[in-house]
């Protein structure tokens, strides 16, 4: 699939300070980045936010060509998003928006470039574990997000694949040559990790009685 880089860089190793900062100060630096998106009104702050986050992940060791990577996938649908702010509410206001939702892409993308897949998991796990009593399961939860990481590059891999393929015969501007292959392609993944899953036991229900 040549769309795997899709969204959020893949980890890399390294021994930067970004990468032996506590896996509870990434989260918290993911979630105040997504807090602050409601709470910073003015466009030259986030425009800084943006600046220092770009700093961070720089500083990581990761490199510009991933951060690139990293945002480009959503770039088009922001410029989307920004013009039609920009009719709507004006420049500034427009300008706020994109420079936020960057934020919290390039925030994520520092939290999964410096964190090891695993130990991303077993925070997850960590974090959801006072949830178990109200009813909620940590692994289960964990397990989600890890299916869940591992197909938004698969389906984005997928659709650059079939929009090539489209393109080469001419078809590029064809809704159903476009969303029939991927949606098909999409359902027989699902489905193949459903059986994977199941054949090891995994993703079902615990008998409360065994």
């Known amino acids: 699939m040549s769309g795997s880089g899709f969204l959020f860089a893949n980890y890399v190793p390294g021994g930067s300070v970004v990468h032996r900062a506590p896996l509870w100060l990434k989260f918290v630096l993911v979630l105040g980045c997504?807090?602050?998106?409601?709470?910073?009104?003015?466009?030259?702050?986030?425009?800084?936010?943006?600046?220092?986050?770009?700093?961070?992940?720089?500083?990581?060791?990761?490199?510009?060509?991933?951060?690139l990577r990293a945002v480009r996938p959503v770039l088009p649908v922001l410029a989307v998003i920004g013009l039609f702010q920009w009719w709507q509410l004006g420049g500034p206001t427009a300008a706020r928006i994109v420079l936020n939702v960057l934020i919290c892409i390039v925030a994520a993308s520092i939290l999964t470039a410096t964190t090891p897949v695993q130990a991303l998991l077993d925070g997850v796990a960590s974090l959801a574990r006072p949830f178990r009593r109200l009813g909620a399961d940590?692994?289960?939860?964990?397990?989600?997000?890890?299916?869940?990481?591992?197909?938004?590059?698969?389906?984005?891999?997928?659709?650059?694949?079939?929009?090539?393929?489209?393109?080469?015969?001419?078809?590029?501007?064809?809704?159903?040559?476009?969303?029939?292959?991927?949606?098909?392609?999409?359902?027989?993944?699902?489905?193949?990790?459903?059986e994977a899953l199941a054949a090891r036991g995994l993703g079902e229900a615990e008998d409360p009685e065994a």
């Open 34 to 67: 997504g807090m602050a998106s409601f709470l910073v009104a003015d466009w030259t702050v986030a425009a800084g936010m943006l600046a220092l986050m770009c700093g961070l992940f720089l500083l990581s060791g990761a490199g510009p060509a991933r951060l």
């Open 138 to 194: 940590p692994e289960r939860f964990a397990l989600t997000i890890a299916i869940m990481l591992r197909s938004i590059p698969f389906i984005a891999g997928a659709y650059s694949d079939v929009r090539d393929s489209a393109r080469a015969r001419g078809l590029e501007r064809n809704p159903r040559a476009l969303v029939l292959p991927v949606f098909i392609t999409t359902v027989a993944f699902a489905r193949q990790t459903g």
